[in-house]
């Protein structure tokens, strides 16, 4: 009750009517501040005093007054002209209001005493109204919850006469879709702290529903005991459903927003994101949580950073603004952004709203035609498609930017032109002509709503290719006919490109086939088995043609020769060494000279080509003396064999100084010699063994190699290279390499 008087902008006071031995007494039980004010007094000062201390004419209520409290006219309330007196002993015209209050009639009965300061001769009536036609809807119950009061606006409100609400309770008001948990709440909150305020939602008595805005409030006697509730209601159903509908258009955006593939954003006017739509962890691979609250720039790449730094303080729309992003995998992403500016009433930046399109894909299968458009994108407006409409005689009604820049007539000279004249090769126009009357005649159209290739004619008469999408509409009783037309010269010139790549891919295969077969010739052909050695090899080339070789073969009847070599590089060239190095060794078959001198000679023989060539070759030679069991052997930059000696277990590295071949024209290589032992094998091998790399980036390396060949060196030569190749497959997971590997094994009985 205190809060409501306080809340009303009227003079009101609570005054206690009594009957003390035949007399009416009456005493000011509160007083909100503006009777206060009116009367002169501190709101504290007039609590407690007699109501005839305020008024002239002996302190006493006018006689309609009196005689309205000692009726007991529930439900009735008073209003006469009277004469008040202020603290300073003025004295002021006013018209007093005496409002019957629930519980009206008895000894003890509160009243509600509204003073309105008038001057003499004012409307009684027009006074009158103000008090009943409040713009605030009000209604009082007593402490169970029974109506006894409502003023008129709440009967216009509720559709409900005071006749039919008194005796009632609100019960009858409610619309049955709140919860009863909500109106549990509001009892417990009116009984605990005498106030409660929210909304709710009520059906009028022709049973529509509405909503108010309702401020409930317990009025308690001097013992503190609820006596009444009052109830003062503003209608918000209208702000309520204009609340619906907005959140209704944001969710039907958010759920556009969210289905569309393309990233939709806003931004505050720092250029920090405040929307993100779902799309952006499809282009970017973010989640939203993670784009709201960043800056723009923060996963542009370090160009773009440096020249998009002043758009979100520009306030300048910009449209098809190719973007180049960071994906949070790493890889470039590169979009086509548009951004217009909220502006508030004063011009002031509010902050952006705006689209990403991904066109990656595109721009990777249209490079040439991008790299030609790059800077024209970057500040075009329109749409990168020449959009032309026509009308069913074939006359042009709209011709946009992009038509002019692509067909060399502006919008004023294309307007009114018949379109075949424009843009159509002639040889083309008769065919043109036929088809739109044939359309126009059956409704049939074979070009219309696909997408097909076809020839255009520039403003030079200059032709070229063009990718067109036309569409008929009907309006009223005729049709008009956009098109959408696509310059597709540079995405022709890419597939020319694509198709002489395929020729050149086509010859090259061919060279790999004859590598492969000169390849084929070179390694022996069969491992060579005696009483007292045996020697195989195996080569498993990289890319189909290995830059690897091997041989062994018989000097005289005493010597076996034994050679390992690696060219870098791969496919044809190194092939073709292959063979001239093959063909330089094999040509020494009469000649009586050291492994040193043979190394010797062939990089003399083969330095002017490999020079030439950007090309060189490590190389290992040994020769074998089958009658005195002696090694000799000499190295050019080659990973040194392994010789492990059964017998003893122990491994030997069998290397000599010797530069690779290739480098200079002369070069002294070191030779050494080794007798030979029972059980000693040697395993010859490239560094694509020992090099090859498994997924966590490791080595196979020299250890692993020593450990197979250590378990397995009783075996066959054959049997040894096996368990190699199946270590290696296990260790790096894969029967794909990315060098040569090539081994040879020689197995001294």
């Not at 008769?430 to 159209?445: K, P, S, Y």
Request: aromatic fraction near 10%; proline fraction near 3%.
């Amino acid at each position: 009750m205190e809060q409501l008087i306080q809340q009303l902008n009227f003079n009101l006071l609570v005054v206690r009517f009594e009957r003390c031995d035949g007399k009416l007494l009456s005493t000011i039980l509160r007083a909100n501040r503006h009777a206060a004010k009116l009367l002169g007094y501190a709101e504290h000062e007039l609590i407690g005093r007699p109501l005839a201390s305020i008024l002239a004419a002996g302190g006493t209520l006018p006689a309609r007054l009196l005689e309205s409290v000692s009726m007991s006219d529930v439900g009735s309330d008073s209003c006469i002209e009277a004469e008040i007196i202020t603290k300073q002993q003025q004295h002021r015209h006013a018209l007093l209001s005496l409002s019957a209050w629930p519980g009206h009639g008895k000894e003890g009965s509160d009243f509600l005493l509204l003073v309105l300061a008038s001057q003499p001769g004012d409307d009684f009536s027009v006074m009158r109204r103000v008090i009943e036609q409040s713009a605030s809807a009000m209604m009082i119950t007593d402490a169970i919850g029974i109506i006894e009061y409502v003023n008129p606006k709440f009967s216009e409100l509720t559709g409900y006469s005071a006749d039919e609400l008194l005796g009632q309770t609100p019960k009858v008001l409610q619309s049955g879709k709140m919860p009863r948990e909500y109106y549990q709440s509001m009892w417990d909150s009116l009984v605990n702290s005498g106030e409660w305020q929210g909304e709710i939602q009520n059906k009028h008595k022709q049973g529509q529903d509405y909503w108010v805005y309702e401020r409930v409030s317990a009025i308690k006697n001097p013992k503190g005991d609820i006596t009444h509730f009052l109830a003062i209601e503003e209608d918000v159903t209208q702000p309520k459903a204009v609340e619906s509908a907005l959140a209704e258009s944001e969710e039907r955006f958010r759920q556009m927003a969210e289905l569309s593939g393309e990233w939709l954003w806003e931004q505050d006017a720092q250029g920090y994101y405040l929307y993100s739509s779902v799309a952006v962890n499809q282009i970017l691979g973010f989640s939203r949580t993670e784009i709201i609250g960043k800056h723009y720039t923060e996963w542009l790449t370090l160009q773009d950073k440096q020249v998009q730094t002043g758009f979100s303080t520009s306030q300048l729309a910009f449209h098809a603004l190719v973007n180049h992003y960071r994906h949070k995998d790493g890889h470039l992403v590169i979009t086509e952004s548009t951004g217009l500016p909220i502006l508030d009433e004063q011009g002031q930046l509010l902050k952006w709203r705006g689209v990403d399109r991904d066109i990656t894909i595109k721009m990777q299968f249209q490079n040439a035609l991008i790299e030609s458009e790059k800077r024209t994108r970057l500040i075009i407006e329109s749409s990168i498609n020449a959009i032309v409409i026509m009308d069913a005689y074939g006359i042009v009604s709209d011709w946009n930017q992009r038509a002019e820049k692509m067909f060399g007539w502006s919008a004023d000279e294309a307007i009114g032109q018949r379109l075949d004249e424009l843009i159509i090769p002639q040889r083309f126009q008769d065919a043109h002509r036929q088809g739109m009357r044939t359309f126009l005649e059956t409704g049939v159209g074979p070009i219309l709503n696909r997408q097909i290739e076809h020839v255009a004619k520039r403003r030079d008469s200059s032709e070229f290719p063009v990718e067109v999408s036309i569409s008929p509409l009907k309006l009223g009783n005729s049709y008009i006919f956009s098109g959408f037309i696509h310059d597709i010269s540079g995405r022709k010139a890419a597939e020319q490109q694509i198709r002489q790549a395929q020729v050149d891919l086509a010859v090259t295969r061919n060279e790999i086939k004859i590598a492969q077969q000169i390849q084929s010739n070179l390694l022996p052909t069969a491992p060579l088995k005696t009483d007292d050695f045996e020697i195989t090899g195996f080569c498993w080339p990289a890319d189909k043609i290995g830059g690897d070789y091997y041989d062994y073969f018989y000097r005289g009847d005493a010597q076996l020769h034994i050679v390992i070599a690696d060219v870098s590089g791969h496919a044809i060239g190194p092939a073709l060494f292959m063979v001239e190095t093959r063909s330089a060794l094999r040509g020494q078959t009469h000649s009586v000279v050291t492994s040193a001198e043979t190394l010797a000679a062939l990089n003399r023989f083969l330095f002017e080509d490999l020079n030439q060539a950007d090309y060189f070759i490590t190389l290992f030679y040994m020769q074998v003396d089958l009658v005195r069991q002696q090694l000799s052997y000499a190295n050019a930059g080659h990973p040194p064999p392994l010789l492990f000696n059964c017998r003893y277990e122990q491994f030997m590295e069998l290397d000599a100084d010797g530069l690779i071949v290739g480098i200079r024209p002369e070069v002294a290589f070191e030779e050494k010699t080794l007798q030979l032992a029972e059980g000693d094998v040697i395993l010859f091998y490239t560094d694509g063994l020992t090099e090859a790399e498994n997924a966590q980036a490791e080595f196979f390396g020299l250890e692993r190699t020593k450990a197979i060949f250590r378990e397995h060196a009783s075996e066959t030569p054959q049997a040894i290279i096996d368990a190699l190749i199946d270590g290696l497959k296990q260790f790096c997971q894969t029967s794909s390499f990315v060098d040569d590997i090539s081994l040879m094994v020689f197995q001294w009985r």
